[in-house]
Each structure stands twice: as C-alpha cells, then as structure tokens.
T-cell receptor, first 113, second 114 residues
Framework: SQQGEEDPQALSIQEGENATMNCSYK?????LQWYRQNSGRGLVHLIL?????REKHSGRLRVTLDTSKKSSSLLITASRAADTASYFCATANYGGSQGNLIFGKGTKLSVKP | KAGVTQTPRYLIKTRGQQVTLSCSPISGHRSVSWYQQTPGQGLQFLFE???????NKGNFPGRFSGRQFSNSRSEMNVSTLELGDSALYLC?????????????FGEGSRLTVL
C-alpha cells in the first residue's frame, strides 16, 4: 500500500526556475528519503532527512520535514533540463527495516530548455 | 566500485511460464530488497534478504519467491506468470539490516507477460 502521496503528479517548468514537490505520509517514520528516476531506469537516492530534522540541503536540493503535519517538500533550485525525471518520496517506518521503504506514486518533472 | 547489477534487463514471457531474475549487490552490501513497479500500483515492496534469510515480505502471493546466496547475490522467481505481473522489477542493496539509510538500486529487469 502507498504511504506517501506526492503533489503535484506532474510539473512542467522552464530551465532556471525552481521546482517544488510535496509529499504527505500517514504513519510515524524513522526517516524520509527522496529518489529520482529517469524514464524506465533505476532509482537514484537524492537525500535523506531523519524524523528529528526539519531541513536539509544538498547542492541545489532543499528538503523540509514537518512531522506534525506528516509532510515533506523537495525544492530543486535553478532547475536544468537534466533534472527532468520522476521524483519519489519514500518513508522508513518506525520499527521497519532499511530495505522496506514505502514509496509514493511520484511527481513527474519536466524542465524545458 | 560497481553498482547493483540486475540481469536480464528485458525479457518477454507468456502466461503460465515462470521467470527468474538475478541481482548482484554492491560489494560489501549484505542486504538486498526487491520492488515491483507498475504504472497502476507504483513501487511496491516484495521482500528483503539479509545473510541468506528473508527478513521481510510484502503483500504478494506465494508465486513470488526469492533467495539470497552466501555471496549476497539474490534471485527472485515468479511462477505461473499472469498478465498483471508485467512490470519493472527493481533490486536494491544496502549495508546493514535495521539501519535505516539509503538504498542503492539497479537498473531493473523489465518483464513483459503476453
């Protein structure tokens, strides 16, 4: 069953603009992770934020986590055409194991040059 | 360092047949997980192996099975294939069981059932 729900389902922006994707989840989590998937390929880990963290940065990525609202957002600044991909949030639930992540359905990002 | 390797990358089977997919994790990684990805259901957890033992299993019928070998390589098998089994099957490896951290995914095996 899906834990996370990403919003929006699809996002189209111009190169240089910022892209914001949101994720909501249902149960208590140990951490929340964001992954990227280029069309039909494997997933690539982007960033992990633990339940006791509120914000994390990695290069052009900024992730926030609000455990009281059970939501997270991923901001990609100064987007590039190469950022075109699907982005998934995934939660590692309390008491769960590392390999058992629960993924949302993803946001499909299209960055136009 | 080589990444996660999955074979075969593409395969076509007919209903009723069985299929075996293989996954070689990153060297030193002992935990291997399998996921099924379909347009309708998204990414769903199949099972997780650590030290040759299945540690977790998702909500899939018994036709889906797997195993892990002493070198941490893993295989999954789907018997009596159904049309709905058409999917991208992704394998992921990680260092430790119980330590929550990132997963490293392979490129996947795309199964088409006719």
């Amino acid at each position: 069953s899906q834990q996370g729900e990403e919003d929006p389902q699809a996002l189209s922006i111009q190169e240089g603009e910022n892209a914001t994707m949101n994720c909501s989840y249902k149960t208590s989590i140990n951490n929340l992770q964001w992954y990227r998937q280029n069309s039909g390929r494997g997933l690539v880990h982007l960033i992990l934020i633990r339940s006791n963290e509120r914000e994390k940065h990695s290069g052009r990525l900024r992730v926030t986590l609000d455990t009281s609202k059970k939501s997270s957002s991923l901001l990609i600044t100064a987007s590039r055409a190469a950022d075109t991909a699907s982005y998934f949030c995934a939660t590692a639930n309390y008491g769960g194991s590392q390999g058992n992540l629960i993924f949302g359905k993803g946001t499909k990002l299209s960055v136009k040059p | 360092k080589a990444g996660v390797t999955q074979t075969p990358r593409y395969l076509i089977k007919t209903r009723g047949q069985q299929v075996t997919l293989s996954c070689s994790p990153i060297s030193g990684h002992r935990s291997v997980s399998w996921y099924q990805q379909t347009p309708g259901q998204g990414l769903q957890f199949l099972f997780e192996y650590f030290s040759e033992t299945q540690r977790n299993k998702g909500n899939f019928p018994g036709r889906f099975s797997g195993r892990q070998f002493s070198n941490s390589r893993s295989e999954m098998n789907v018997s009596t294939l159904e049309l709905g089994d058409s999917a991208l099957y992704l394998c992921a490896s990680s260092l430790y069981l119980g330590q929550t951290g990132e997963l490293f995914f392979g490129e996947g095996s795309r199964l088409t059932v006719l």
